[in-house]
């Protein structure tokens, strides 16, 4: 069997916290599949069902704070205050360039460039669902690899290729294909429908979906199979791929993409807020600053960074909602702010609104894969408070 030479820590336990946080926090997926189902059963339409409360809900607590999570591990905690002197280039060039270059392109009016406001919103937009897509199946593998870890198989080639291959292909490509068949890729009609084959794919579709199920069965078959074969295998693990396999089931049903929407974005969410709330709890104290001291005490309670983070999407929602959503959907910041949130979709506010929704996603996604960038031993060490004392973690 090959090695590889990633972190590999000597662990107690196979959980990450316990098995009733990880329950909540890391493995939602097989409590949140029971209840959507059930809050949608008898309605013909899931989005006129209780379901659409339990999404607001889900929206208004986890969404923007999920979005902001890394940005504040970066910027805001002891933890990664060295790697910010040590990667400047990572952690602030490009932030700040991707935020300037976000402004640039909205900001401009309709004759300022070669393409309309318009026609900017969809180029962008298409490429932050395909970075979106890439993103939510490379936290599948994190999180994998995360529980690979505590089973003491970092070092496992095969093992990381095999969740590699699974998160990519079962938590991206089949997501991809059922976001088709359900045409709700972001602006679908201005680039996927155009294809050759387009016409092939809506006379095609039960037979695509069936293929994709067939393939999801046999992936997480050998998934499984995999995992029982190792000498120290992972409940957690197992958990998780029932998870990834149950999500992406109900997105390759035909009978409403809302249903695989709460559940795979929700999951999404919650899983990235229970880690940022553990990532900076071991932070060392900093010696000066009334800023710097009063983070230190939220960040080494993790309850209370979750409620920082409850309470920060709560009231960001209605200014994120002006770029979200910018095709259709429902505006739950209008429930809890009113007027307010409705005026700010037709303000002068709106080209700069869409900008900054952009600008943090796209940071988002860039600075996710470094705060979590667990192969390098400068990231381990600033998240101390997820993968444990860095004293116990040797190189192979």
């Known amino acids: 069997m090959g090695t590889a030479a990633p972190w590999v820590r000597k662990c107690s336990s196979a959980w990450v916290r316990g098995p009733l946080w990880d329950g909540f926090w890391m493995l939602s997926a097989l409590w949140l599949a029971p209840i959507v189902l059930w809050l949608a059963h008898g309605y013909s339409n899931p989005e006129t069902s209780p379901l659409d409360l339990l999404y607001f809900g889900l929206t208004a607590l986890f969404w923007i704070g999920h979005r902001l999570s890394s940005t504040y591990l970066a910027y805001c905690t002891e933890a990664y205050r060295p790697l910010l002197r040590l990667e400047p280039i990572r952690f602030v060039v490009l932030p700040l360039a991707i935020t300037a270059a976000c402004f640039a392109i909205f900001l401009p009016g309709d004759s300022a460039l070669p393409w309309t406001r318009e026609e900017r919103l969809i180029g962008l937009a298409i490429v932050d669902y395909a970075w979106v897509t890439y993103h939510f199946a490379s936290q599948h593998f994190g999180a994998l690899s995360l529980y690979r870890a505590r089973a003491d198989r970092s070092w496992c080639i095969q093992t990381r290729q095999l969740d590699r291959f699974f998160a990519l292909t079962v938590g991206g490509v089949l997501v991809f294909v059922a976001d088709i068949l359900a045409g709700s890729v972001a602006y679908q009609d201005q680039w996927i429908d155009r294809w050759s084959f387009a016409a092939w794919i809506a006379s095609a579709q039960d037979g695509i979906r069936s293929g994709g199920m067939l393939t999801l069965l046999i992936a997480t078959a050998a998934m499984l199979f995999a995992e029982f074969r190792a000498p120290r295998w992972s409940l957690p693990r197992v958990l998780y791929i029932v998870g990834i396999?149950?999500?992406?089931?109900?997105?390759?049903?035909?009978?409403?993409?809302?249903?695989?929407?709460?559940?795979?974005?929700?999951?999404?969410?919650?899983?990235?807020?229970?880690?940022?709330?553990?990532?900076?709890?071991?932070?060392?104290?900093?010696?000066?600053?009334?800023?710097?001291?009063?983070?230190?005490?939220?960040?080494?309670?993790?309850?209370?960074?979750?409620?920082?983070?409850?309470?920060?999407?709560?009231?960001?929602?209605?200014?994120?909602?002006?770029?979200?959503?910018?095709?259709?959907?429902?505006?739950?910041?209008?429930?809890?702010?009113?007027?307010?949130?409705?005026?700010?979709?037709?303000?002068?506010?709106?080209?700069?609104?869409?900008?900054?929704?952009?600008?943090?996603?796209?940071?988002?996604?860039?600075?996710?894969?470094?705060?979590?960038?667990?192969?390098?031993?400068?990231?381990?060490?600033?998240?101390?408070?997820?993968?444990?004392?860095?004293?116990?973690?040797?190189?192979?």
């Not at 709330?277 to 104290?285: D, F, M, N, Y």
């Not at 960001?316 to 910041?333: D, H, I, K, Q």
């Not at 005026?343 to 996603?361: D, E, H, I, M, N």
């Not at 988002?364 to 408070?385: C, I």
């Open 245 to 396: 396999a149950v999500m992406v089931g109900l997105a390759l049903r035909p009978r409403s993409l809302f249903l695989f929407l709460v559940i795979w974005t929700s999951q999404h969410w919650i899983l990235a807020t229970g880690l940022a709330s553990q990532t900076p709890s071991a932070e060392l104290t900093p010696r000066r600053g009334v800023v710097r001291t009063a983070l230190h005490k939220l960040n080494i309670r993790p309850w209370a960074v979750v409620l920082f983070l409850m309470l920060l999407s709560l009231v960001l929602l209605p200014l994120f909602e002006v770029e979200a959503n910018r095709e259709t959907g429902t505006y739950y910041g209008d429930r809890i702010f009113g007027a307010f949130a409705t005026q700010l979709r037709t303000s002068s506010w709106v080209p700069a609104l869409v900008a900054l929704g952009f600008a943090t996603g796209f940071i988002h996604y860039l600075l996710d894969r470094s705060v979590y960038r667990m192969s390098d031993p400068q990231v381990r060490e600033a998240a101390r408070g997820l993968v444990g004392n860095t004293s116990k973690i040797v190189r192979r």
